[in-house]
C-alpha cells in the first residue's frame, strides 16, 4: 500500500535542490528495481518545478513539487482530487524529513562513464548499514528525490529493509548532480534497490502538468478532522 505520509516526507528532504534544475526542461524516465518488485517513474521537470508519476500494478501516482512555495501537491487521480501539503519547518526552511545525516559519507571517485549521452562520474555513499553507488551527471540540474517506489518515497522501508534511498539522496542535497543510476546495497553487500534512467527526453512541458487538472476538488484533511469533532 502506498503511504502518501512518506512521499511527502521523502520529497521535503529534496526540494531545495529542484532550484538548481531551472536549467533543464524535459522528462527522464526511470526503471525501479526493489528485489522482485520493478516500477516505472517520470520526473519532469520545468522552471523549478518537478513532477513524478509512478507506475504501479493498482494505479499511476503522481506528485507535483514546488520549491518555492514549499508546498508539495499529491494527485489523487481517481477520485479527481488533489491534496496540498507544507514541506517548511518552523524556521521557515523546508523541512529535513528526520534524516540523520551526519552518519553518511560521500566520495567522489575518479570512474567516469556515459550514460544515456551524459558525461557521469561514480560516487559512493555510506551510511551505517548501506552502501550506494551513484552514477551522477552535472548537465542535467540538480535531482530532487525518487518519490515513490524509491525505497525512502512512498514505499518506506518496504518489507523491514534498511532506508538506503533516504541515505544517497540526503547527501546529493543542495548538490548539482542529477543520478542517472544508483546501486544501492546494504551491509552484507546484497543489492537492495536499483535506479537506472532508461530515457532522456529534453522537450517543452506544458505548464498545466505541474498544476491539478481541470475539474480537481482540493482535499482538506484538516477540514475533514474539524467536521469530526463532537458538536461539528
Known amino acids: 500500500m502506498i503511504k502518501l505520509s512518506s512521499f511527502i516526507l521523502a520529497c521535503a528532504l529534496l526540494t531545495p535542490a529542484a532550484l538548481l534544475a531551472a536549467d533543464f526542461e524535459g522528462k527522464v524516465r526511470f526503471k525501479i528495481t526493489t528485489g522482485k518488485t520493478a516500477q516505472d517513474m517520470d520526473y519532469s521537470v520545468k522552471n523549478g518545478l518537478a513532477r513524478i508519476d509512478v507506475q504501479t500494478k493498482e494505479t499511476t501516482a503522481s506528485v507535483i513539487m514546488d520549491p518555492a512555495k514549499q508546498e ?9 482530487m488533489y491534496m496540498v501539503q507544507s514541506i517548511a519547518g518552523k524556521d521557515g526552511a523546508a523541512a529535513n ?10 566520495e567522489k571517485t575518479s570512474t567516469t562513464e556515459k550514460i544515456l549521452g551524459y558525461d557521469c562520474t561514480k560516487y559512493i555513499a555510506k551510511s551505517k548499514d ?14 530532487m528525490g525518487t518519490g515513490p ?18 541515505a544517497w539522496e540526503a547527501a546529493l ?24 534512467a532508461t ?14 487538472p481541470a475539474g480537481f476538488q482540493k482535499f482538506d484533511m ?4 474539524r467536521g469530526m469533532l463532537p458538536g461539528r
Not at 72 to 80: A, D, I, N, S
Not at 97 to 103: E, F, L, M
Not at 177 to 186: A, E, G, I, T
Open 72 to 80: 508539495v501537491t499529491v494527485l489523487m487521480l481517481e477520485q479527481k
Open 97 to 106: 524529513a528526520g534524516i540523520d545525516t551526519s552518519q553518511t559519507s560521500f
Open 130 to 143: 548501506s552502501t550506494s553507488e551513484i552514477w551522477a551527471t552535472e548537465e542535467l540540474g540538480a535531482f
Open 149 to 166: 517506489g524509491g525505497g525512502g518515497g512512498f514505499g518506506g522501508r518496504r518489507g523491514g529493509g534498511s532506508a538506503v534511498p533516504q
Open 173 to 196: 542535497a543542495g548538490k548539482n548532480f542529477f543520478p542517472l543510476r544508483v546501486v544501492s546495497q546494504n551491509s552484507g553487500g546484497k543489492e537492495t534497490t536499483r535506479m537506472e
Open 199 to 212: 530515457a532522456v527526453e529534453k522537450k517543452s512541458i506544458p505548464d498545466s502538468e505541474f498544476a491539478p
Open 222 to 225: 484538516g477540514a475533514m478532522m
